[in-house]
């Protein structure tokens, strides 16, 4: 029977890219109508080619690339929610990796030029013969929902009877929605939200496109009907005809039989695997996708299970030279999706066969002329062993005879005829057992539907278990967070109010001596505490709390200091330094050319609180008198010692002449 788009069935928009880029501004199309008869051409923005497609519905949109109508995957998806119901988007060129149109022309027959006027009618006219894959987005489940028009406000009268009419009116449309879907006869799921007065809102799942569905979109008064598809996790190809193409077959034989369909050009069609099913069962399961053109295994020599199968077909085998390895299969298989090793062992072996194919198969490619079917072609080269020239000469034969009326004496068949006569009486028989097994088939749908629907109950519980038990963890992630952060606030304020106590009681000493009297009157000095003699522990006091000219500063620890730290603290130009420890001789030597009085903070008697402290005034100037003492000192000592050491220098100088 043939798929053919007639005058009568159908319209065909074929579309190409004009000029500009839908990803820029004010791309226009090179539209082609055709109804399988006539054909119209005309040039169109993207807004009119939407404004068209709305007002006539064709039946298939046909392109060489999807994303000429969309600038990426959401816009796509946009698209395709976008078209009328009865309209399918069609990729002429193939699926995820589609081929040029050019080839995909020639191969059909169909004429073909480069500009995109031509390029728009050849996908027009191959799509028109059911050439290429449709592209959806979205599944055959459907959503209808019936719920409020407008708020539940105040109305103009009593807000209960107001209320009350509009839960009524919901639950009276729902009613009606569901008699029409039972009697269109369609599988629907129900989901009511139940209100004061009716339904707040009804929402049914229905197993059917929106096209046979019953129902419409609507919106009057108290009630609206929305209906909307449900989307697919991505973009999904589906060839346009159904048809027997020839294929290559892989098959992993044992207590799991598992079958890989794979194309002539390498495309994984689809690959089952299963521990019940019998010979006939896989036969079956092969028959309905395609024509073995070769039967593989993944092991050598051929297991005796895959001969039968390959010797049912009269296809060619192959086997690889020796067992494929693990690595090799998975790294093969790589980019298409399996469900358990079986299924891979299956498609390896049969996309390794098309690898090892692959130059013939376009040898044969290359010797086609346009029309001829090139399965056809390749299944009687690679499995009959004959020549592409003899099929070639043998298919012209059969049209001619086709064409010839005149009578002639009967002949003997040749061997390649009987063949093709036992080939099509296998074909009989296996139509005939597919024709025994559909009503057992129908009867497994049936209870197939049943248990799917009883999944989808269960699975749309646990989902919302699982939402459920999400939101309770996520509060209690985040009860857990305010928990240690009011600890941490709690920790904080302790050590403040501690702080905060100890600098009161530096002034609340219980000793006479610095009991509950001010600094002035008691002579105290305020020193400011540097921890180490580094530069970063100065700036550090600096910042905290400042350090000013006429400063007592306390070096906890005075060791380790180079030039730099000490040119540092006097700059501050501090009045005298307390140290613990020791100096170095260059800090030494700096302060002390800097005139920075130095002494031991053993002879002050200090109090302190953190980073605070006070110091008697009378010890502070016994340390600076003592300095100026030592100072005084060392000033003669380097006097008597420069003296010394020019009278050295004379005498040498004397002694030399």
Not at 29 to 45: N, P
Not at 236 to 262: S, Y
Not at 580 to 600: M, N, Q, Y
């Amino acid at each position: 029977m043939s798929t053919r788009t007639s005058a009568l069935e159908a319209v065909v928009f074929g579309v190409d890219v004009q000029s500009g880029d839908v990803r820029g501004d004010a791309p226009s199309y090179a539209l082609v109508v055709y109804d399988g008869e006539d054909v119209s051409r005309d040039v169109v923005t993207h807004r009119k080619l939407r404004r068209l497609i709305d007002d006539e519905e064709p039946a298939i949109v046909a392109t060489d690339n999807m994303y000429e109508l969309a600038a990426d995957k959401d816009q796509l998806i946009h698209f395709l929610g976008s078209l009328p119901t009865g309209t399918k988007l069609v990729q002429v060129t193939g699926a995820e990796q589609p081929e040029p149109l050019s080839r995909v022309a020639k191969r059909h027959g169909i004429p073909y030029g480069k500009e995109p006027m031509k390029e728009a009618e050849a996908a027009a006219r191959l799509a028109a013969h059911s050439v290429g894959q449709e592209v959806s987005a979205f599944t055959d489940t459907t959503e209808v929902k019936v719920s409020r028009g407008r708020s539940t406000g105040k109305g103009g009268w009593s807000e209960d009877r107001y209320t009350r009419r509009i839960h009524g009116s919901v639950k009276k449309r729902a009613r009606e929605v569901e008699s029409e879907l039972d009697a269109a006869n369609l599988a629907y799921e129900t989901d009511v939200r139940e209100a004061y007065g009716g339904y707040a809102n009804a929402v049914f799942t229905v197993e059917a496109k929106p096209s046979d569905i019953p129902v419409s979109r609507s919106r009057s008064g108290d009630v609206r009907v929305e209906i909307e598809r449900e989307r697919r996790d991505g973009i999904e190809f589906r060839p346009l005809a159904k048809r027997r193409d020839h294929v290559v077959v892989g098959i992993d034989p044992g207590t799991t039989t598992a079958v890989a369909i794979v194309s002539l050009e390498g495309a994984v069609l689809d690959v089952w695997s299963s521990r019940t099913s019998d010979t006939a069962d896989v036969i079956e399961w092969i028959v309905e996708r395609g024509r073995p053109v070769i039967v593989a295994a993944d092991v050598t020599p051929m297991p005796e299970t895959v001969e039968k199968f390959r010797r049912s077909f009269d296809a060619a085998g192959w086997t690889p030279a020796t067992d494929l390895p693990i690595d090799e299969k998975q790294h093969r298989t790589r980019e298409h999706p399996y469900d358990d090793d079986h299924q891979r062992d299956a498609m390896a072996a049969a996309l390794f066969a098309v690898d090892a194919h692959e130059d013939q198969f376009e040898r044969i490619a290359r010797k086609l002329p346009p029309g001829v079917d090139r399965g056809e072609v390749t299944a009687r080269v690679v499995a009959g062993e004959e020549s592409v020239e003899a099929v070639l000469t043998d298919l012209e034969d059969d049209e001619t005879d086709d064409e010839d009326a005149t009578e002639h004496e009967p002949r003997e068949l040749t061997a390649e005829e009987k063949r093709i006569k036992d080939l099509k009486r296998q074909v009989d028989r296996l139509q005939s057992h597919v024709e025994t097994l559909e009503g057992r088939l129908e009867e497994r749908d049936d209870r197939i539907d049943d248990l799917e629907r009883e999944l989808d109950a269960a699975r749309r519980e646990e989902r919302k278990e699982v939402r459920r038990n999400r939101e309770v963890n996520r509060l209690e992630r985040k009860a857990n967070r305010l928990e240690r952060e009011r600890d941490e606030a709690r920790e904080d304020a302790d050590a403040l109010e501690k702080k905060v106590d100890r600098m009161k009681a530096l002034w609340k000493l219980d000793h006479s001596n610095f009991s509950d009297v001010s600094a002035e009157k008691e002579g105290l000095v305020p020193v400011k505490v540097v921890e180490k003699f580094t530069k970063g522990a100065i700036r550090e006091a600096d910042e905290q709390y400042g350090i000013a000219p006429g400063d007592v500063v306390y070096l906890r620890d005075a060791s380790g200091a180079g030039r730099s730290t000490a040119e540092l603290l006097a700059g501050f130009e501090p009045r005298v330094i307390l140290k613990d420890g020791g100096l170095s001789e260059i800090a030494d030597e700096i302060l002390f050319d800097e005139e920075i009085p130095v002494g031991p903070a053993g002879d002050v008697a200090m109090q302190e609180v953190d980073e605070l402290a006070v110091a008697r005034e009378d010890d502070v100037e016994a340390v600076v008198d003592d300095w100026h003492d030592r100072a005084a000192a060392r000033k003669r000592d380097r006097k008597l010692e420069m003296v010394d050491r020019l009278i050295s220098e004379h005498r040498a100088g004397d002694n030399e002449a």
